[in-house]
């Protein structure tokens, strides 16, 4: 393909044969007025074929900059450093940090190779276009072979894929003329257009009604068998989480401070965002009266942070000696549940 | 749309009528009328009066009458016979006058407004993409300035500046060689130099607002969701700007442009004035001077007609071009 | 010490963090507003202009009425202050008319055996006398030469009127007409928009109509008939009066239309909701929570809207339709550039078109950097 000119320039990567993607010490600094975010402060995670990564934490805690991140897609105020590397369809492994933003390579690889869905489907779309438009874009932008017409067809075949009724009268509409629920059904269409390898699915039912929220995650489920795509979740919603994930990377001001199963996360939280995170979930049995748990405080913005548990000011464990003073190393639970808490190394103490 | 277009224009009709009752209204502020001050000057000038001709004028048009009987023959009369009075200063139907002047000020306008919008909308878009860069700061500061002087200065200072370089102050239309000359080659180049100050003039203090206008619109739509989305399609970051943002931006603009052409309409007024050019802007200050009711206020209500159509012409093209507002529109 | 939920209290950090989220919203208006360079300098510029109008007669040499046949046309004066190599301090020579050899105009030059000392804080000449602010009569001007000298700093129009003392009086005129016509507009835009945004109905349907039929006139034509239909015989400051009155009779409905959308989208939000729940009754819910709301944004184009005014009074005046001679204003000082010759000869008669500028240019910038202050979060 004559896309891979590039790709020589680049230094060669290693990356292990099962992993699809691998996040490695990932930084974001934001530049904001004089204010410098340090938004993702050492991020690290890999994506299997096929599995399902959950991303969770608060607004705030850098997990969307995360995500934009690996796309490229972040605002020019924003600079990454750290390894991003991704095993192309072609079998390449890059490092998407190392390419240019608005290059062919990576553009080769937006939309067609990983994808990405969005909050808020109504503002997803311009309003000045139909939706039939927008969709066969992508497959114009990444099938060179593609004519308008087989476009097209491309895409009514996959709305009748995504359950929007009447499809075609629906693709000569305008955005305004579609509900939230069909408009993230037709974003989730559009982004999986050319089959991409990885969906980053960036709170994509956080604006929609709770009813639809259930179809649209029922969808996404249904299209990661049919096209065994892998989907890097992100949301603050616990509950869908533990619907859709095969992992969870709990993050807080932009670090991962838990990692592990499903399984692991659920049953055994060691850390106690973690712990509080899930005590202030809704349960089906819960008395009426009992009030649900809050975790005190906001998220502190990453400004000038010195070298310290993000979450120390917010713990109820803190210990005051320790947690505002020093780095916070990750301490291994068991395999594959690793956890950013000095409480560990406690633990670890007493019980050594 | 046709419904859509039928209501709007039934209250166009309303707003026409309101609107001649005010024109009427402020034209008859003035203490006296046309006829007692031509009388006062003639009898200090020592003249003659023949007061049989002066009733009769007054009876003709109704000066005796009370305001209500004289604002509404002077509305049936345009209404029903498209007569607009008589202008006492010039001695002749208002309807001549406008005739006379009213080709060369829409040519002017028209021709102004597509200077305005030829250099804006590109120049805009640039700021926004280029945002903080040198080019931005320096198109930013001419705007500033460009809104910053009046237009009658602007007009003495480049009449000054011509007079400097040329020679020529290239007042009016035509340099006095060619004022009545045939048409020639010659005589249309005279024609386009006299012409660049006042386009100059009257489009500048549009064209640095709407630069800003422009430059402001894209910079909100560089920074929608959707250019994100194009972005995570794989989408060149120019093409996203130039099929959705650009697009987008300039659709405002453009529906501005009944309403545009207006403002540049009555803009000439003061720079017609300085520069001496025969336009509308020019009869009426005189006719204002002079208290030549039906020519200032026939000017006046042209003005106001004016802007409701444009505004209306604003409207329905907003509407063809924007799916969201077409929406709106036809539900009522 | 526990808190409620049990959470260990703690020693309250104060971080840039926090004071960037609990900061009041006019606080954060402020400091964003400072760090808009050009806005601040345009402030002090404005600040400074409105200073030396308020105390125009005292820092003019001469009032509006004084004139000297002798000194027309008569260029800029320059001060100096060493005679011969001698420090003297700030004086002026003494002037002498002169014919230009070729031209045979008359021309003004420096005589330079006759000295004048500037004197300060002196008591003006007679016809300098005023009232300051329109009540304690004094005849204290701020600089004046000796007897028999003359100081026109910029120079004299062809009355022989100190061009100087009459932008400063000008100021007077040009700088407060747009802010009270912009006052008058305020209220009359705030009170019509609110009725019409908060009653809606046919209140809303008949103020509505009204905003259209006066949005219809174009501003500068409106403008200009209705101050031909001021008297030419009225006084000056019922002149201003009325100026300030037709500047605000056109401008109010684009105000009043802005307010009413304003109070129709803030009708919406919870806040309000909340508020009418609790039993605020619609004074207070008018007064205290809906138009504090959009009230900074108001300011904003508030602000934006007074060069446009400073501009529209200037032009009317300089077509002779608003304020005329011997009452000053910056435009009708402008007047006598309209002749080609005057420009050509008499260039210094152009310095209140200065003026003019700077304070556009000055509301423009201000007005710029409190419309980003107003949006604080952005």
Not at chain 1, 129 to 136: C, F, M, V
Not at chain 2, 164 to 172: E, K, N, P, S, V
Not at chain 3, 90 to 108: C, H, S
Request: net charge positive.
């Amino acid at each position: 393909m004559k896309r891979t000119h590039r790709e020589h320039t680049q230094a060669t990567y290693e990356m292990s044969p099962e992993h699809i993607l691998e996040v490695k010490d990932l930084h974001v600094h934001i530049a904001v007025d004089d204010y410098d975010l340090h938004a993702v402060r050492g991020v690290s995670f890999s994506l299997k074929k096929g599995e399902t990564l959950g991303l969770v934490g608060e607004s705030g805690c850098g997990k969307s900059v995360t995500s934009k991140e690996i796309l490229g897609i972040n605002p020019n105020n924003c600079t990454g450093s750290g390894q991003i590397l991704y095993r192309t369809k072609a079998g390449k492994v890059l490092n998407l940090l190392e390419l240019s933003r608005d290059g062919e390579t990576y553009r080769s690889i937006r939309g067609s190779e990983i994808s990405m869905i969005f909050q808020e489907p109504m503002t997803a779309f311009s309003p000045l276009y139909t939706i039939g438009n927008q969709l066969a874009e992508i497959v114009l932008l990444h099938d060179p072979k593609a004519t308008k017409a087989s476009a097209r067809a491309h895409v009514l075949e996959m709305l009748k894929k995504v359950g929007i009724a009447n499809p075609e009268k629906r693709i000569d509409q305008y955005p305004h003329e579609f509900s939230g629920g069909m408009l993230q059904r037709a974003l989730i269409d559009m982004m999986l257009c050319c089959n991409p390898d990885i969906l980053i699915a960036d709170e994509p039912t956080t604006a929609l009604d709770v009813t639809i929220q259930a179809q649209i995650l029922e969808l996404m489920r249904s299209l990661q068998k049919e096209f065994g795509m892998s989907i890097l979740f992100i949301t603050h919603d616990l509950g869908t989480v533990a619907n859709m994930c095969d992992h969870v990377a709990v993050m807080y001001l932009g670090e991962i401070i838990e990692f592990g199963t499903v399984h692991q996360i659920f049953h055994n939280p060691q850390h106690p965002y973690t712990r509080g995170l899930l005590r202030s979930l809704p349960k089906m049995n819960q008395s009426r009266e009992k009030k649900l748990y809050i975790i005190d405080g906001v998220v502190p913005l990453p400004v000038e942070l010195p070298p310290c548990c993000g979450f120390h000011d917010r713990c109820e464990a803190c210990m005051d000696d320790v947690c505002p003073k020093r780095d916070i190393p990750e301490f291994t639970v068991e395999p594959g549940h690793m956890v950013r808490c000095m409480l560990m190394e406690q633990g670890a103490r007493k019980h050594g | 749309m046709a419904k859509f277009i039928i209501k709007k224009l039934l209250i166009m009709a309303l707003t026409v009528f309101l609107i001649s009752f005010a024109v009427f209204f402020i034209i008859t502020l003035p203490p006296g009328d046309f006829l007692t001050n031509y009388v006062g000057r003639l009898l200090a000038a020592g003249e003659r009066v023949n007061q049989a001709e002066i009733d009769a004028l007054r009876a003709t048009y109704a000066l005796d009458q009370p305001f209500i009987v004289q604002f509404w023959r002077w509305f049936s009369n345009i209404i029903l016979h498209g007569d607009f009075g008589y202008s006492f200063s010039l001695s002749m139907p208002v309807t001549t006058v406008i005739k006379a002047y009213i080709v060369p000020t829409m040519a002017l306008s028209i021709v102004t407004m597509l200077f305005t919008y030829l250099v804006s909308i590109p120049v805009g878009i640039y700021s926004a993409v280029h945002q903080y860069s040198f080019g931005d700061y320096a198109f930013t500061t001419i705007c500033f300035l460009g809104q910053a002087v009046p237009n009658f200065l602007m007009a003495i200072l480049l009449m000054f500046l011509a007079f400097r370089l040329t020679g020529d102050t290239m007042l009016g239309l035509f340099s006095p060689r060619f004022q009545n000359a045939p048409w020639s080659w010659d005589r249309v180049v005279d024609l386009l130099k006299h012409c660049i100050i006042p386009i100059l003039v009257i489009g500048l203090n549009n064209t640095c607002g709407l630069i800003r206008t422009m430059r402001s619109q894209m910079l909100d739509e560089l920074n929608k969701n959707y250019v994100m989305t194009g972005r995570a399609k794989g989408m060149k970051a120019a093409a996203i700007r130039y099929k959705y943002c650009v697009r987008a931006a300039v659709n405002p603009i453009a529906a501005s442009i009944g309403w545009s052409l207006v403002n540049i309409f009555t803009g000439t007024t003061i720079t017609a004035i300085v520069l001496n050019l025969p336009s509308m802007g020019t009869v009426m200050y005189n006719a204002l001077i002079n208290q030549d009711m039906y020519l200032a206020g026939s000017w006046l209500f042209l003005m106001a007609i004016a802007t409701v159509v444009g505004t209306f012409i604003s409207d329905v093209l907003l509407a063809w071009l924007d799916p969201r507002a077409r929406k709106e529109y036809l539900k009522g | 010490m526990k808190t409620k939920n049990g959470t260990p209290a703690r020693k309250v950090q104060e971080k840039k963090s926090d004071k960037y989220y609990y900061a009041s919203q006019w606080r954060l208006m402020a400091r964003k507003f400072r760090r808009h360079k050009l806005a601040m300098v345009s402030t002090v510029v404005l600040l400074i202009f409105y200073l030396i109008a308020i105390f125009g007669n005292f820092i003019a040499p001469q009032g509006t009425e004084q004139y000297e046949g002798r000194y027309v046309n008569c260029p800029p004066t320059r001060v100096h202050l060493f005679h011969e190599g001698k420090l003297i301090g700030p004086f002026v020579y003494g002037l002498k008319t002169e014919r230009d050899p070729v031209t045979y105009m008359a021309q003004f030059a420096e005589n330079t055996e006759k000295i004048y000392r500037i004197r300060f804080f002196a008591q003006g000449d007679e016809g300098g006398e005023y009232r300051w602010l329109g009540l304690f009569p004094s005849n204290l001007h701020l600089f004046e030469a000796e007897e028999g000298g003359r100081v026109f700093l910029f120079g004299t129009d062809n009355m022989g009127r100190d061009l100087f003392s009459r932008v400063i009086l000008g100021a007077q005129i040009s700088l407060f007409i747009p802010v009270v016509g912009m006052l008058m507009t305020l209220v009359l835009g705030l009170a019509i928009g609110s009725l019409a945004g908060y009653f809606g109905g046919w209140v809303d349907t008949v103020i509505q109509r009204v905003i259209e039929v006066v949005r219809s006139f174009p501003q500068v034509p409106l403008w200009m008939a209705l101050s031909a239909a001021i008297p030419k015989t009225m006084k000056p400051a019922q002149v201003f009066m009325l100026m300030t009155v037709i500047l605000s009779l056109v401008s109010w409905p684009g105000l009043a239309r802005v307010v009413r959308s304003k109070f129709i989208s803030v009708k919406k939000e919870d806040f309000i909701m909340a508020a009418r729940i609790s039993g605020a009754p619609a004074s207070k819910l008018i007064t205290r929570h809906m138009i504090p709301s959009f009230l900074s944004y108001i300011i904003v184009d508030m602000t934006m809207a007074i060069p446009s005014l400073i501009i529209g009074e200037t032009t009317l005046s300089f077509l002779g339709l608003g304020l005329r001679s011997p009452a000053t204003s910056w435009g009708v000082l402008l007047q006598e550039t309209n002749k080609l010759e005057t420009i050509m000869f008499y260039n210094w008669k152009l310095i209140p078109m200065l003026f003019v500028f700077l304070s556009v240019l000055a509301f423009n910038f201000m007005g710029d950097g409190l419309r980003d202050a107003a949006d604080p979060y952005k």
